[in-house]
């Protein structure tokens, strides 16, 4: 009788814990992966701002690069090099006219923006820019003032850059600044502890950036649907304004994960299972923590959509 | 004893404690409540902050103006921003420290609601009796102590900031 009661009471301890770690699972998931999502579109849409902005232009040696994030032992993990130059003029030939998916995409928009074809002109690059004296002044002058096609109020983002600037913000944002937080054991792909979760920044990706030019004259619905922006309080003159002309960058990203769990259910319960196939296999011990918790095929992506335009 | 004497008996422990209990399990709920809505503001405040790299004037006033109309009620109270909480702007990367916090008021029965001891005048060892504070004055006092009253929800959050200011080194 006495056995029995403690086998009760043992039974209903256990079903008391197991409950117990999976509600507080369930809204660990619901609300931490609610902020992985959000925090993620924030990494990314701050990183097109970033690069919108040319912060390589600037006064000290740094170009906008910032330094790299490193593991507790002092590993750089996520490089901070975001631009490729050594110095302003280099990192813009290399941004633009030495870019081949620049070229590729500026031949698809050539002949869109008058003060476009003048900047390519002056790249050297196929426009539909005449080629009168003060066209090839002007266009010499943008080129020599390294203008870019944001400084025209047209989005072109350089996806390499982009992505290299929200992996940096992905695992500053998620590591906090906390270098116990990056983890790089050597087996696995590193990643960043964050509540519960595992995040790759180096995996984090820019699937498409997908450009649409919208006439914000004409195309009036169009271009709020997609932006939200009341075109008809911006002022432009009329079609034929070259500012009408808006191009919009539509920025689809993923972000993988991995789900470890804040309470030791799931391990115990690998540990439970390891050992019995164990013994029924007659393998080694338990398996290791990186080996239960493989990380290539068990993450999962977050993908994303950011909606990024300039206005001139 | 009979089993009427029994019962009563039985009747008056019971009585209070299911009224306890019904009171414990009110204030797990409503604790739990006021501990969502905090975090739903703490990470309203965390964004802002990430995107600006500090909390703007602006954003200051709409988000102390929710705190005041909407978040704050009998059981939840000194809805504000952690003392820590970044209200400069800093530079790109650069760590921000933004918070909320609340004190989340127990609600148990008998709970001596006056609490200003001391504060009646004359009342002390030497004196006789002089008289009350006017009601004003209490209010005052009452204020004054639940102001100070120690937050016992606070989420602070220390993330980097993600915009870029071109007017900052």
């Not at chain 1, 008058?114 to 943008?142: C, H, R, V, W």
């Not at chain 1, 350089?158 to 929200?166: C, F, L």
């Amino acid at each position: 009788m006495f056995v029995k009661y403690i086998f009760r009471w043992l039974l209903g301890t256990v079903v008391v814990i197991v409950i117990s770690a999976l509600i507080i699972e369930v809204v660990s998931i619901s609300l931490v992966g609610f902020q992985i999502n959000q925090l993620s579109r924030i990494a990314f849409k701050q990183a097109c701002r970033y690069f919108s902005q040319e912060t390589y232009k600037r006064e000290d040696a740094s170009l906008g690069n910032m330094s790299d994030i490193v593991n507790s032992q002092g590993l750089p993990i996520v490089s901070g090099k975001f631009y490729d130059g050594n110095d302003e003029q280099e990192v813009y030939d290399n941004l633009y006219r030495r870019n081949s998916a620049f070229r590729n995409w500026a031949s698809e928009h050539k002949g869109i923006w008058k003060n476009f074809d003048l900047l390519l002109l002056g790249m050297g690059l196929p426009t539909q820019a005449g080629t009168s004296e003060e066209e090839l002044y002007i266009s010499k002058f943008y080129y020599e003032s390294r203008m870019t096609p944001m400084n025209f109020g047209i989005s072109y983002l350089d996806r390499d850059v982009v992505e290299r600037i929200a992996r940096w913000n992905l695992a500053e944002l998620f590591s906090a600044g906390n270098e116990s937080m990056v983890v790089d054991d050597g087996r696995n792909e590193p990643f960043v502890r964050y509540k519960g979760f595992r995040i790759y920044p180096q995996r984090a990706a820019i699937k498409d950036i997908k450009y649409d030019v919208f006439n914000v004259v004409t195309q009036k619905e169009e271009f709020q649907a997609i932006t939200n922006i009341d075109s008809s309080k911006l002022g432009f003159d009329g079609p034929n304004d070259d500012r009408a002309k808006v191009c919009v960058a539509t920025i689809s990203y993923t972000v993988p994960v991995a789900y470890e769990g804040v309470t030791p259910l799931k391990r115990i319960m690998m540990f439970v299972w390891n050992r019995e196939t164990n013994m029924a296999n007659n393998e080694d011990d338990v398996l290791g923590e990186s080996e239960i918790m493989s990380d290539g095929p068990r993450a999962l992506p977050v993908p994303g959509n950011i909606v990024f335009t300039v206005l001139e | 004893m009979s089993d009427g004497v029994r019962l009563i008996f039985k009747t008056l422990i019971k009585v209070p404690v299911i009224v306890l209990v019904c009171f414990f399990i009110f204030n797990v709920f409503a604790f739990g409540v006021s501990y969502m809505k905090m975090l739903g503001l703490s990470f309203v405040a965390m964004q802002v902050a990430v995107e600006n790299n500090f909390i703007p004037p602006n954003e200051y006033n709409v988000i102390k103006s929710y705190m005041k109309d909407n978040l704050e009620t009998e059981i939840l109270q000194n809805v504000d921003f952690t003392s820590g909480t970044q209200l400069t702007k800093s530079q790109y990367g650069e760590p921000v420290r933004v918070g909320v916090q609340a004190r989340y008021k127990f609600i148990w029965p008998l709970t001596p609601k006056e609490q200003i001891y001391g504060e009646f005048e004359g009342m002390n060892d030497n004196a006789s009796f002089g008289g009350y504070k006017s009601g004003s004055e209490l209010e005052a006092l009452r204020q004054q102590k639940e102001q100070q009253a120690k937050s016992n929800i606070v989420i602070e959050y220390v993330v980097p900031g993600l915009k870029y200011y071109a007017d900052l080194n």
